[in-house]
């Protein structure tokens, strides 16, 4: 953040008074000086590298030994030079930081009083820094909290002060405003005289810049014993770049992701459990003032896949691990006396490869896809196609699990890690079509690969909801995505689904145009694990298919089809040999 002219005199003004009344500054003035420059940087660096290695950017589960040992490093970081405007406020504000961390694990007064005197000396030590309303904030966050204890009153009145001087006008919304509001609040309560609100068009830099993105919700992550897909979601478009770290010691393997720009609210800072027997938990954090990391801790980590969607922006990270085989406790008599009262499906009874199939119906919720000339949503055809679909898969002894059974928006990664997550042999995401050119007609099918004519590169910028720039940014990724993926298994599903669909519904309608199979770069296929396509049964562009899709009876004979080439790809399996695990 920078201040105005006018605010950093007024700060500067009040040093004497406010380092008067805090208590916890002492040897502000007192720390040794020695030669300031590159080696205060690389001091940092070092300190930041034991820190990371030992705990990514969390404390927690540190010795107490451990923690003073990172203290012990940024300290004399610190100590190179207490004036140096680079590197001596990153090294106050990483000791703060510690220090609040090791309170919150040890519950050691001593802690807290530590983290503020370093967060307070930040604040007024270094008012033009950017981190020093990030420490200020922090501050008012102490005294919030710990309102019942005298020794911080002297904090309050502080924060009174100090917030006062980059003004409450940005409204409660604004962490600081809202922290003002607070504090003032509570000082009346207490007798405290506040001052009023300074005149200031300041924006509080822990509230993100215009032009700098903010991670916009909580880490989300779906998972089984053997996959787990995290995403991370941002305001807008940020630079990333992962690493992997081998386990040290008792610490285990850990994948971080490190957002450039980027801004992580408090409120989406804490830890979350997966314990999925592949991932541990996640972590996030503010690394530094421009840098947001989330933190993955592994425990059966085989191999990743990281990837960026668009709009809103996301990073997808797709981990697999060693499958960890539970060993059953049942006798091979009781298997046996099982197996003979157990009453097979047909599915079953032939051996068949495939048994799970998750069917996607596209679209949903706020998100209505193509929009007929008279109005039939997509969204609201395709998820009857699917119900009918499933009924009749599970007719035919199948397992099938539905992306979505109402109209409810899911993001294009949520389907694909459903799939995944259930374990399922194939993937179906059912579409309806649409073109400029009101006469295009028919139904085709797609799988995962590299579009190269107009008409795959439209329908996969369509259904993708990107642009033609984003588009071509997935292409160049996607050849590195599609490695050890189920490409061929894929085409050959496709193939197999278009050949019952298309036939089967010529024979029963006329005009019904045989598209063939394509190809193209559609997310909702990226990560899948199992032969997967996308079906689009009609062009609602196009006025005489959007009126059959208003048809329940051709609903019902799309989903036939569909469940027909389904069980046409398992058979063929039986006859050539299953071609997947």
Same mark, same amino acid.
């Given at each position: 953040?920078?201040?105005?002219?006018?605010?950093?005199?007024?700060l500067h003004a009040l040093v004497s008074f406010l380092l008067a009344a805090a208590l916890l500054v002492v040897g502000?003035?007192?720390?040794?000086?020695?030669?300031?420059?590159?080696?205060?940087?690389?001091?940092?660096?070092?300190?930041?590298?034991?820190?990371?290695?030992?705990?990514g950017f969390f404390v927690r589960d540190l010795s107490r030994n451990q923690w003073q040992e990172c203290l012990r490093?940024?300290?004399?970081?610190?100590?190179?030079?207490?004036?140096?405007?680079?590197?001596?406020?990153?090294?106050?504000?990483?000791?703060?930081?510690?220090?609040?961390?090791?309170?919150?694990?040890?519950?050691?007064?001593?802690?807290?009083?530590?983290?503020?005197?370093?967060?307070?000396?930040?604040?007024?030590?270094?008012?033009?820094?950017?981190?020093?309303?990030?420490?200020?904030?922090?501050?008012?966050?102490?005294?919030?909290?710990?309102?019942?204890?005298?020794?911080?009153?002297?904090?309050?009145?502080?924060?009174?002060?100090?917030?006062?001087?980059?003004?409450?006008?940005?409204?409660?919304?604004?962490?600081?405003?809202?922290?003002?509001?607070?504090?003032?609040?509570?000082?009346?309560?207490?007798?405290?005289?506040?001052?009023?609100?300074?005149?200031?068009?300041?924006?509080?830099?822990?509230?993100?810049?215009?032009?700098?993105?903010?991670?916009?919700? $909580?880490? #989300?992550?779906?998972?089984?014993?053997?996959? &787990? !897909?995290?995403?991370? +979601?941002?305001? @807008?478009? *940020?630079?990333?770049?992962?690493?992997?770290?081998?386990?040290?010691?008792?610490?285990?393997?850990?994948?971080?992701?490190?957002?450039?720009?980027?801004?992580?609210?408090?409120?989406?800072?804490?830890?979350?459990?997966?314990?999925?027997?592949?991932?541990?938990?996640?972590?996030?954090?503010?690394?530094?003032?421009?840098?947001?990391?989330?933190?993955?801790?592994?425990?059966?980590?085989?191999?990743?896949?990281?990837?960026?969607?668009?709009? $809103?922006? #996301?990073?997808?990270?797709?981990?697999?691990? &060693? !499958?960890?085989?539970? +060993?059953?406790? @049942?006798? *091979?008599?009781?298997?046996?006396?099982?197996?003979?009262?157990?009453?097979?499906t047909l599915v079953e009874q032939l051996g068949l490869g495939v048994r799970t199939i998750v069917i996607d119906p596209?679209?949903?919720?706020?998100?209505?896809?193509?929009?007929?000339?008279?109005?039939?949503?997509?969204?609201?055809?395709?998820?009857?196609?699917?119900?009918?679909?499933?009924?009749?898969?599970?007719?035919?002894?199948?397992?099938?699990?539905?992306?979505?059974?109402?109209?409810?928006?899911?993001?294009?990664?949520?389907? &694909?890690?459903?799939?995944?997550?259930?374990? @399922?042999?194939?993937?179906?995401?059912?579409?309806?079509?649409?073109?400029?050119?009101?006469?295009?007609?028919?139904?085709?099918?797609?799988?995962?690969?590299?579009?190269?004519?107009?008409?795959?590169?439209?329908?996969?910028?369509?259904?993708?909801?990107?642009?033609?720039?984003?588009?071509?940014?997935?292409?160049?990724?996607?050849?590195?995505?599609?490695?050890?993926?189920?490409?061929?298994?894929?085409?050959?599903?496709?193939?197999?689904?278009?050949?019952?669909?298309?036939?089967?519904?010529?024979?029963?309608?006329?005009?019904?145009?045989?598209?063939?199979?394509?190809?193209?770069?559609?997310?909702?296929?990226?990560?899948?694990?199992?032969?997967?396509?996308?079906?689009?049964?009609?062009?609602?562009?196009?006025?005489?298919?959007?009126?059959?899709?208003?048809?329940?009876?051709?609903?019902?004979?799309?989903?036939?089809?569909?469940?027909?080439?389904?069980?046409?790809?398992?058979?063929?399996?039986?006859?050539?040999?299953?071609?997947?695990?």
């Open positions: 953040m920078i201040l105005s002219v006018s605010a950093r005199k007024k502000l003035l007192s720390a040794p000086l020695v030669q300031a420059g590159p080696r205060a940087d690389k001091v940092y660096r070092q300190a930041a590298s034991y820190y990371n290695n030992s705990r490093l940024f300290e004399k970081a610190y100590e190179c030079d207490p004036r140096d405007q680079k590197v001596a406020p990153k090294a106050l504000y990483m000791m703060a930081i510690i220090y609040s961390k090791a309170y919150e694990q040890f519950n050691m007064r001593e802690d807290l009083k530590a983290a503020a005197s370093y967060y307070e000396k930040l604040t007024f030590g270094f008012p033009d820094h950017s981190l020093a309303d990030d420490a200020m904030v922090a501050l008012g966050k102490i005294a919030l909290k710990n309102r019942d204890n005298l020794e911080m009153l002297g904090k309050e009145r502080l924060l009174n002060k100090a917030l006062a001087m980059y003004g409450a006008d940005q409204g409660v919304n604004d962490t600081a405003g809202f922290l003002l509001k607070r504090l003032q609040e509570h000082a009346e309560q207490r007798g405290i005289e506040p001052l009023p609100p300074a005149k200031s068009t300041i924006v509080n830099s822990i509230t993100p810049p215009a032009h700098a993105a903010h991670v916009s919700r $909580p880490v #989300r992550f779906w998972s089984n014993e053997n996959y &787990t !897909r995290v995403v991370i +979601e941002t305001s @807008a478009p *940020v630079r990333f770049k992962e690493h992997v770290l081998k386990a040290e010691g008792s610490l285990p393997p850990r994948l971080y992701v490190d957002l450039f720009d980027c801004r992580i609210p408090p409120t989406y800072q804490n830890p979350i459990t997966i314990s999925d027997g592949l991932l541990k938990r996640s972590r996030a954090a503010q690394f530094d003032p421009s840098t947001a990391r989330v933190v993955i801790d592994l425990e059966t980590f085989s191999q990743y896949k990281i990837f960026s969607l668009h709009e $809103p922006f #996301r990073v997808v990270i797709d981990i697999t691990g &060693t !499958r960890q085989q539970k +060993e059953s406790t @049942a006798t *091979v008599e009781q298997q046996r006396a099982w197996q003979a009262d157990k009453e097979f596209g679209h949903g919720g706020k998100d209505p896809g193509a929009v007929g000339r008279n109005g039939l949503l997509e969204k609201d055809v395709v998820l009857k196609v699917a119900l009918k679909t499933r009924d009749a898969l599970r007719k035919k002894g199948y397992r099938v699990v539905l992306t979505r059974s109402t109209d409810v928006f899911l993001p294009l990664e949520e389907r &694909t890690a459903i799939a995944n997550t259930e374990n @399922a042999d194939l993937f179906l995401s059912i579409h309806a079509n649409s073109a400029p050119n009101r006469k295009a007609r028919g139904l085709e099918t797609y799988y995962l690969s590299l579009a190269t004519s107009k008409e795959e590169k439209q329908a996969a910028a369509l259904e993708n909801a990107v642009s033609s720039k984003q588009l071509s940014e997935l292409q160049d990724i996607l050849s590195d995505l599609m490695k050890n993926s189920k490409i061929d298994e894929s085409r050959k599903f496709a193939g197999t689904l278009q050949h019952s669909l298309a036939g089967g519904m010529q024979k029963r309608f006329n005009r019904v145009k045989d598209l063939g199979v394509k190809k193209a770069p559609f997310f909702v296929l990226i990560g899948a694990q199992m032969p997967a396509v996308l079906a689009e049964v009609a062009f609602l562009s196009n006025t005489e298919e959007e009126k059959r899709l208003g048809n329940d009876s051709y609903l019902a004979a799309l989903a036939m089809e569909l469940a027909n080439g389904v069980d046409s790809y398992n058979r063929s399996l039986v006859a050539f040999g299953p071609s997947f695990d």
